[in-house]
């Protein structure tokens, strides 16, 4: 099997799995004072992706996993802040991971923190008030320690995981 194609299968399932998380937090619970406090799980996928492979593949599994999610699960609101989160979050990441002075856990919890800004700096402008922003703080302790959950699931999954792509199947 070429290369090429185990990469193309392998980003299929992987939005099949980001896909799968995605729903399952829709189940939980977030009784929070403060809207938008999630867990992140199908961010587990993206730090995956993130270390193991590379940033395009990152992006281009978020990029489907937040235009699907916002389809099936959420609304035009849901996905502009969504995307926001998202554009802000994979580009302080792959930033990060580029320095190659991180782990999961610090690429995770920095991608939680700003995927948070960037909801944030979306409902400022779409809602026209700087007020939304006092909500800051508290998302990012909520990043912080989902953020860090995460990372450390997601370096679990990057030492257990072993994606071969450059090796005959």
Do not use: C
């Amino acid at each position: 099997m070429s290369r090429d194609l185990k990469l193309l299968t392998t980003l299929g399932v992987s939005t099949a799995a980001a896909m799968i998380l995605s729903f399952l937090e829709t189940l939980i619970p977030m009784n929070i004072a403060v809207p938008g406090v999630k867990i992140g799980l199908a961010n587990l996928v993206t730090v995956f992706l993130l270390i193991k492979l590379d940033w395009k593949s990152a992006s281009a599994v978020t990029a489907i996993r937040v235009l699907l999610s916002a389809l099936l699960f959420g609304s035009v609101a849901s996905l502009a802040y969504s995307a926001s989160g998202a554009v802000l979050s994979m580009t302080v990441m792959s930033l990060l991971k580029k320095t190659g002075r991180f782990s999961a856990l610090g690429i995770s919890t920095a991608g939680a923190v700003s995927h948070n800004a960037g909801q944030i700096i979306m409902a400022v402008i779409l809602l026209s008030t700087k007020e939304i922003a006092y909500w800051l703080p508290i998302l990012i302790v909520s990043g912080t320690v989902t953020g860090l959950a995460i990372g450390a699931v997601g370096a679990l999954l990057v030492k257990k995981i072993d994606l071969k792509l450059d090796r005959k199947a």
